[in-house]
């Protein structure tokens, strides 16, 4: 049970002391003052934290490993370095959120700090925001093309189908996919878009035909986050002044909507969907380029084995897993579908032979 306890909280002073690293990485990047100021906040309450797993290590008699940064906060930091912190903050959130650590500090102060530098936001801050979001649809894209059209390689070579039918079935399942993924991702980003603007609206019409509704909406709104009624009330009605201003912010406020982004553009992310997908089905495929028969067929299963490693670091920047068990998750779904679809083709392949 103490080996147990010992594991655990070395494992929570290790994610602690990330946290921390990331944070002054962020703070140092921060382009504004207010949010280097909330990003250093937030590293100190991280290293309370981990000087409490190191008493309680201590406390048990256990020695304390030596702080090291993670392989995790190396990535996000070169991306916040060369994108800005705005781009990788979905993807901090998320991993705050997977460790759920039981700390001496409150994790939700951390959001106070955030509160603080919300105004600086800006379209360029929101777009960058919106890339962070990107970044993992796109490791989640490749991880389609790949898992696909890698088990589809499989299947064809169960089946004996020879190297120009592979190739073939393989270049036919990356144009299909990566397709099919665009027409999907348009189709999802454009029906939001539209959704959005039809509640945008319908509270634009509410509002010009009884504005006095939307000053007492926007009054509820800030009652419901601690603001004073009195104070609530006043607020409301200055905003309620200016037509647009109101809108923009029930909007914004009651919805979650943002008016100038809708959800992004279709096109882009149709674009974007289809060279991910098709970049992730290349790997199994593209060794029948060079080669043929079975040195073709071990090149793809190696290929295959290093797109899936790839994609599970990747995998592991936002999940806040250990980069081990995402590759081996990884790896494990990856070679029970291509099992099964070699095991089909070897047995379809041999029907319809004999």
Known sequence: MTDRRIRRYRTNLRIECDNAALYDELSKLASDQRLRRAYRRIADGERANAA??????????????????????????????????????????????????????????????????????????????????????????????L?????????????????????????AGLVAGACSMA???????????EFYQAQISARAE?????????????AAIYRDKGMAPDTAKALAEQIAEKPRTALDTLVREDLGIDPEEL????????????????LGALFPVAPYLFLKGHP????????TIAGLVLIGMGTSL??????????????????AAASITYAVGHVLGTALAG
């Open 318 to 335: 936002f999940t806040g897993r250990s980069m081990l068990f995402s590759i081996a998750r990884q790896l494990g779904i990856t070679v």
């Open 296 to 303: 073709a067929f071990l090149a793809s299963i190696a290929s």
């Open 147 to 171: 898992v696909s059209n890698g088990s589809l390689v499989m299947g064809m070579a169960g089946a004996a189908s020879g190297d120009h039918a592979i190739l073939l079935a393989g270049f």
């Open 52 to 145: 409490f797993w190191e008493a309680q290590l201590k406390h048990l008699g256990a020695d304390v490993p030596p702080a090291r940064i993670g392989v995790r906060v190396k990535v996000l930091t070169w991306f916040a370095r060369r994108f800005g912190t705005e781009f990788v903050m979905p993807t901090v959130v998320r991993r705050e959120h997977a460790d759920h650590l039981p700390t001496p500090v409150d994790r939700e102060s951390h959001r106070d700090h955030f509160i603080e530098a919300k105004p600086l936001s800006t379209h360029g801050g929101r777009h960058r925001t919106q890339s962070g979001n990107t970044l993992r649809a796109a490791v989640l894209g490749a991880n389609d093309g």
């Open 263 to 278: 959800g992004g553009s279709a096109y882009g992310a149709a674009i974007s969907s289809f060279c991910l997908f098709a």
């Open 206 to 218: 509410r509002l010009a035909v009884a504005p006095e509704d939307g000053a007492k909406n926007l």
């Open 183 to 193: 027409l999907g991702e348009w189709l999802s980003v454009n029906s939001s878009r």
